[in-house]
């Protein structure tokens, strides 16, 4: 994977994208326009053969390809990008990385989100929610992991997709986990669920262990992010780079979550918005970010994966890992988030997650409504269901409050 970190072209990208993009069309759209054009189709077919190969450092400083590159940086095709979530997304990414594949000025761990910019805040996800459970948004005083788990349960929708996921990522003891089936269904809920519903789970803010512990336990981690052993982080991160949707949404990552001493949000495109739209992207891939403890106080954030094995990149590999672990813009993001406004009142200082492998026992004690925590849980005892040792939730008659 040494090729994931060497910028295969010196071309110059004129008129590469900036952080205020022109108007632009959809990659499916543009290719159109380019396949019924002569000389744009013929251009971008000549530029794809000289992206493929061994020698594409060779073929891509040959005149015929820096002609057609130049030619394409006036197409459409060169200023297109995708929506997540869209029709045919996986078509149109394959059209965005035929040209820009290999063409990343530096470091390719950098590349450009393929994606539209982000425009909205989190003041309008927060305010369509108030609508939607028509309260107005605030920190729970009882537990806001498990409030979103009720409100997810009152819409149809949110209820069955994440059902879905929790039945895939949650097998029996007996069975071992089909991680391929619980990332798919990951990925199937927070495409189809707003972000209004499945924010609050997967960023619920927490005062106590037992909320951290629920947050942390969202996405089923003893399945669909935990492994027997840290796989390499340069190894991971380069597997992902040969999928275009899980290669654009790591760009979209490292674009939407770049962090800023200059900014006072901590970002460099200021949108809290984009950044945690992005890290929700990851979920469902072996690069997903995770809370890697139940501190409810520090935010302890990172992939599943160490550097350790990467060689003479193992500095390189620390360095990029930080972006993760070591994120501003990501960790005010979340508080931003729990504070229910897009202003930062409160920052944590950020510290280096210690990634332990938890035991087999402790990975299958998940807390039991990841099974199920719809109305019909406590109908067998309303009063009081366990959750795991010293954690007990409880419903007040007549009401659907739940607490610890």
Not at 69 to 82: G, H, I, K, N, T
Request: hydrophobic residues 30%; contains cysteine.
């Amino acid at each position: 994977f040494t090729g994931l970190y060497t910028a295969h072209s010196s071309i110059p990208l004129s008129g590469s994208p900036s952080d205020s993009w022109p108007h632009h069309t959809d990659c499916i759209q543009a290719n159109e326009q380019c396949i019924a054009d002569a000389t744009c189709s013929s251009r971008f077919r000549t530029l794809r053969q000289c992206l493929t190969g061994r020698d594409r450092d060779v073929l891509l400083s040959g005149l015929e390809c820096k002609t057609a590159l130049e030619v394409l940086q006036e197409s459409a095709l060169y200023m297109c990008r995708c929506r997540r979530g869209m029709k045919k997304e996986l078509l149109c990414l394959q059209t965005y990385w035929g040209i820009h594949a290999g063409l990343t000025e530096g470091d390719e761990f950098y590349e450009s989100s393929p994606y539209e910019p982000v425009t909205s805040r989190l003041s309008d996800i927060f305010r369509v929610a108030s609508i939607n459970s028509g309260t107005e948004p605030s920190v729970s005083r009882q537990n806001a992991c498990l409030d979103a788990a009720k409100f997810c349960n009152v819409n149809d929708a949110c209820k069955k997709f994440r059902s879905a996921f929790i039945s895939a990522c949650n097998p029996p003891v007996d069975e071992q986990c089909n991680l391929r089936k619980c990332h798919k269904t990951l990925r199937t809920f927070l495409e189809k669920i707003p972000s209004n519903l499945t924010y609050p789970l997967l960023f619920c803010p927490c005062k106590d262990k037992p909320c951290a512990e629920r947050r942390r336990q969202t996405t089923v981690p003893s399945c669909s992010f935990i492994r027997p052993e840290l796989p390499n982080c340069l190894e991971i991160w380069g597997n992902c780079r040969q999928d275009p949707v899980c290669r654009s949404r790591l760009a979209d990552f490292v674009t939407n979550c770049k962090s800023s001493t200059q900014t006072a949000s901590g970002c460099v495109r200021d949108n809290y918005s984009a950044c945690l739209g992005a890290y929700a992207g990851l979920i469902g891939y072996d690069v997903a970010l995770n809370f890697l403890d139940s501190d409810p106080h520090l935010l302890s954030i990172g992939p599943w994966c160490s550097c350790k094995g990467s060689g003479d990149q193992e500095t390189q590999c620390e360095l990029y890992l930080k972006e993760f672990t070591q994120n501003r813009c990501l960790q005010n993001a979340i508080q931003a988030f729990g504070n229910g406004t897009d202003v930062v009142h409160k920052q944590n200082r950020p510290r280096t997650p210690q990634t332990t492998i938890s035991s087999w026992a402790e990975r299958r004690n998940l807390l039991p409504d990841n099974q199920s925590d719809s109305n019909t849980l406590y109908e067998a005892n309303p009063r009081y269901v366990q959750l795991s040792p010293g954690y007990e939730e409880c419903q007040l008659p007549g009401t659907h409050n739940l607490c610890f």
